[in-house]
């Protein structure tokens, strides 16, 4: 079955420093990787995927995630963090097989970026 | 272009009654979502339309709720004899084809009285 596990609730950082954002997948074959952004009152935006190709993959507003298939995760991280990064993240999996096109999201983990 | 839009964008109806939400995907998308999030909580599935392949809808949680949806267009999705537990932001998203990323609507808040 596949799967998404985002470990950590809340992530705190301090503005200017680096953000990292842990997500770990469990699925059949070949990934398809999505992180998503919810900031308050707002509809999830999409930030960035992984389908194939290099394992760090570019996003929207200087986010960047990495790929590690030996270790089933895909970590969203920033080189230095703004107050306006404070959201809700979700990574998502999408599903293959019997499930395939169905993504699969983790609990979310809510980003606090303090001045 | 337009993205997805939903409405209503609230609804607060009466326990019991039924009450349908609607989704415009982006013109083009084959793929369509339902998910709900409750307070507090993640997304929740509930069913995925793919152009004309039978839904998946192995998220819906009970036969109180039911999905449609026009060729590759509009999608309702209806709730009969609301409960109290169906209280949440219901959430349309659409996609160009299967897994490519999918475009989320800003939600419809349903709240049950």
Not at chain 1, 28 to 48: C, D, E, H, T
Not at chain 1, 55 to 71: D, I, M, T
């Amino acid at each position: 079955a596949q799967s998404v596990a985002q470990p950590e609730d809340q992530v705190n950082v301090a503005e200017g420093n680096p953000l990292t954002v842990k997500c770990t997948y469990s699925v059949s074959g070949n990934p398809y990787l999505f992180w998503y952004v919810q900031y308050p009152n707002r509809g999830l935006q999409f930030l960035l995927k992984y389908i194939t190709g290099d394992n760090l993959v570019k996003g929207s507003y200087g986010f960047e995630a990495e790929f590690n298939k030996s270790q089933t995760s895909f970590h969203l991280k920033k080189p230095s963090a703004l107050v306006s990064d404070s959201a809700l993240y979700f990574c998502a999996v999408s599903g293959r097989g019997s499930t395939l096109g169905r993504l699969y999201f983790g609990r979310g983990t809510q980003l606090t970026v303090w001045p | 272009g337009a993205g997805v839009s939903q409405s209503p964008s609230n609804k607060v109806t009466e326990k019991g009654k039924d009450v349908e939400l609607r989704c415009d995907p982006i013109s083009g998308h084959t793929a369509l979502y339902w998910y709900r999030q409750r307070l507090g909580q993640g997304l929740e599935f509930l069913i995925y339309f793919q152009g004309n392949s039978a839904p998946d809808k192995s998220g819906l949680p009970s036969d109180r709720f039911s999905a449609e949806r026009t060729g590759e267009s509009v999608s309702t999705l209806t709730i009969q004899r609301t409960q109290q537990e169906d209280s949440a932001v219901y959430l349309c998203a659409s996609g160009e084809y299967v897994n490519t990323e999918a475009f989320f609507g800003q939600g419809t808040r349903l709240t049950v009285v």
